[in-house]
């Protein structure tokens, strides 16, 4: 039996790869990428020539039984996402249960540890996030309004995801339920990590937004958001825990 291998790859800056990230793609057999193209990318800045083969979040079963045969027979696979650690908000988590429960116990999947949008964003945002909600990306519309309330009420710091398609748009529905409730959080925007054009916005809601409009060079790439948990209650006098 082949060993699947998740391995954590870059979320912007191609040296952000560990030595073992690199010796696992050069030896595995086959490497299953979400999207081939934007594997190759570093594939080629580091000359690793091991084929290819496209796993992504519209793979139906055939796909699924193809490398469940490749495993079976012994050949051991690499799986990478797009950007960071297969698993969190993207579709390596699919794979790894299907291949789990296909193969049973006798089958071996290990961990090749890299970068994550979330956790380097949390490295340099400062205190607060010693315990944290990540709600990777909300839902585009059934259940989107119920969440945005819950983070508003959290007590815990939320995390999410957010293409740069809506980045401003989430911030402008923060900004409505905050006036709903009362209340305003702290917003951290994280933007473009480890690439060139990484920034980091931080205030209320508003401000941060105002920053980002400023420039619509702002709203491009790739953004992290954190509300930090705590609350100002316009009824008090100052920022507190509880
Ligand atoms: N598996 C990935 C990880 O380990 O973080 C995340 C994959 S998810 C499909 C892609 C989302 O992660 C983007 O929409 C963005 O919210 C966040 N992301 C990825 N790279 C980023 C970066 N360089 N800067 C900020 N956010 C990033």
Same mark, same amino acid.
Do not use: W
């Given at each position: ?60 079963? &055939? ?12 050949? /051991? ?45 949390? $490295? ?5 996030? /010693?315990?944290?909600?990540? &709600? ?26 957010? $293409? ?68 100002? /209650? ?9």
């Amino acid at each position: 039996m082949g060993i699947l291998r998740v391995v954590g790859t870059p979320i912007g800056n191609l040296e952000d790869i560990t030595l073992r990230a690199l010796r696992t793609l050069k030896e595995s057999d086959f490497i299953l990428c979400e999207d081939t193209r934007v594997t190759r990318r570093l594939l080629d800045h580091y000359k690793i020539q091991t084929p290819t083969i496209s796993y992504h979040q519209h793979s139906g079963e &055939l796909k699924v039984d193809k490398i469940l045969v490749l495993l079976k027979e012994g050949k /051991d696979l690499a799986l990478v996402t797009d950007a960071g650690t297969p698993g969190i908000s993207d579709p390596g988590g699919k794979l790894v249960s299907e291949a789990r429960a296909a193969l049973g116990n006798n089958f071996k999947i290990e961990s090749i540890p890299g970068p994550a949008a979330l956790t380097t964003a949390v $490295s340099i945002v400062g205190a607060g996030f /010693d315990r944290f909600l990540f &709600l990777g990306f909300l839902p585009h519309k059934k259940g989107r309004q119920t969440m945005l309330k819950e983070i508003i009420a959290s007590e815990y710091p939320v995390i999410v995801y957010e $293409s740069k398609h809506r980045a401003a748009k989430f911030l402008s529905e923060i900004i409505k339920f905050e006036k709903e409730a009362g209340v305003e959080k702290e917003i951290i925007v994280a933007r473009e990590l480890t690439k060139m054009f990484e920034s980091l916005y931080f205030g209320k809601a508003i401000e941060v937004l105002e920053s980002l409009q400023i420039d619509s060079n702002n709203l491009k790439g790739e953004f992290v958001i954190l509300i930090k948990s705590k609350l100002k /209650d316009k009824n008090k006098a100052q920022y507190g825990e509880e």
